[in-house]
């Protein structure tokens, strides 16, 4: 009886072993879901909610169905764009806003500037 009592002491402590080596591995499972997949989405997202929020009249803008307009007006959450060349109004939702081309035109302009400000070793060979 005592060898049968050793042998069931050796059986519980490496089930022990891969208890927490499974534990571990759930881990390490979730850390990469979160590093890959639910941070860089949740960055994502204030982004573009800060995008929203910093628009100003005069903007151009394009909505998530396509439509390419000028800010006219914003109140809270509701936005008023002119299209086209007959200046139809439309009155849409922030969230439904995919891009502002303006901003992003000037922050195009503001890296190409700072890349020609960079001098570097080789930076004659660029001219």
Do not use: C, H
Not at 74 to 82: G, N, T
């Amino acid at each position: 009886m005592a060898m049968t009592t050793a042998g069931f002491a050796i059986t519980q402590g490496s089930g022990g072993g891969s208890f927490w080596t499974m534990i571990i591995i759930y881990a390490l499972i979730i850390a990469v879901f979160y590093f890959l997949m639910i941070r860089p989405q949740s960055k994502q997202k204030k982004k573009e909610e800060d995008m929203r929020n910093t628009l100003e009249v005069g903007d151009t803008i394009v909505t998530i169905g396509g439509i390419i307009g000028r800010v006219v007006s914003i109140k809270d959450e509701d936005i008023v764009i002119e299209t086209g060349a007959d200046r139809n109004k439309m009155k849409i939702k922030k969230w439904a806003i995919g891009s502002n081309e303006t901003r992003a035109a000037a922050a195009k302009a503001a890296e190409k500037k700072t890349d020609a400000d960079k001098k570097g070793l080789f930076s004659f060979l660029k001219k």
